[in-house]
Nanobody, 125 residues
Framework: HVQLVESGGGSVQAGGSLRLSCAAS????????MGWFRQDPGKERDGVAV???????RYADSVKGRFTISQDNAENPLMLQMDNLKPDDTAIYFC????????????????????WGQGTQVTVS
C-alpha cells in the first residue's frame, strides 16, 4: 500500500520562500514519475512540477525560475523549493506519483497519476 505524505506548507509574505516535502512509503517501482500539483477552491487541480526516475524535470510556465523540484534518490523525499512566492501561488499543494518511467506530455493532468497525498496549504499574502 503506497502512501504519500506532504509537509512544509504554511503562510509567507510575497517574495518569501517555502520548501515542501513529500515522503513516500510502500513504493517499490524503480520507474516512476513524481510531482507536485496545486488546487485553488473552485478550480481544477493543475501540475506545477514533475521529476521522473531518470531525473528529468518539467515545470509549469508560471513557476519556472522560481520553483525547483528535486529528489536525491527513490528512497529520499520529493522536495519542492519555492522562492519569490506570489499571492497567485496560494493553493493546496498535492504530491502525486505514478509507476511509469516518463512523465509524458500530459503530466499536468491529475488523471495521469495514480497515488496522491492529502495536500498541504500554502498561503502567500
Amino acid at each position: 500500500h503506497v502512501q504519500l505524505v506532504e509537509s512544509g506548507g504554511g503562510s509567507v509574505q510575497a517574495g518569501g520562500s517555502l520548501r515542501l516535502s513529500c515522503a513516500a512509503s510502500g513504493w517499490t517501482s524503480g520507474r516512476y514519475c513524481m510531482g507536485w500539483f496545486r488546487q485553488d477552491p473552485g478550480k481544477e487541480r493543475d501540475g506545477v512540477a514533475v521529476i521522473s526516475s531518470d531525473r528529468r524535470t518539467r515545470y509549469a510556465d508560471s513557476v519556472k525560475g522560481r520553483f525547483t523540484i528535486s529528489q536525491d534518490n527513490a528512497e529520499n523525499p520529493l522536495m519542492l523549493q519555492m522562492d519569490n512566492l506570489k499571492p497567485d501561488d496560494t493553493a493546496i499543494y498535492f504530491c502525486a506519483a505514478r509507476a511509469r518511467l516518463n512523465c509524458g506530455a500530459r503530466w499536468r493532468k491529475p488523471g495521469e497519476f495514480d497515488v496522491w497525498g492529502q495536500g498541504t496549504q500554502v498561503t502567500v499574502s
